[in-house]
């Protein structure tokens, strides 16, 4: 069975940093791109950031370019998402999920195929 269990989420002041970390179980994370996403309450999941099977590529969202860094170690099979700078606005749940079909990151929701729980993120100013 496969799972994605997010962790590193909380509450964290405006320009502060969070680390948050996905870890795979029951499928060969270093086969698959893995992506970030987020949801705030009422809004539609969007994405973040994303890093192909070998970690050589990476795509981010604008609105965390700059700020966010996506990393992944695959003898771990664990993604990354260092956070940096935050603001009030990127208060969220934050999802990891996994595209087993593409070697390349992709943005497409639709892409992907396995999804965690997701982990809560709040700034406040």
């Known amino acids: 069975q496969v799972q994605l269990v997010e962790s590193g989420g909380g509450l964290v002041q405006a320009g502060g940093s969070l680390r948050l970390s996905c870890a795979a179980s029951?499928?060969?994370?270093?086969?698959?791109?893995v992506g970030w996403f987020r949801q705030a309450p009422g809004k539609e999941r969007e994405f973040v950031a994303a890093i192909s099977r070998s970690g050589t590529s990476t795509l981010y969202a604008d609105s965390g370019k700059g700020r966010f860094t996506i990393s992944r170690d695959n003898a771990k099979n664990t993604v990354f998402l260092q956070m940096n700078s935050l603001k009030p606005e990127d208060t969220a749940v934050y999802y990891c999920?996994?595209?087993?079909?593409?070697?390349?990151?992709?943005?497409?929701?639709?892409?992907?195929?396995?999804w965690g729980q997701g982990t809560q993120v709040t700034v406040f100013s």
């Open positions: 029951g499928l060969t994370f270093s086969s698959c791109a």
């Open positions: 999920a996994a595209d087993r079909d593409r070697v390349g990151p992709t943005l497409s929701r639709i892409r992907y195929d396995y």
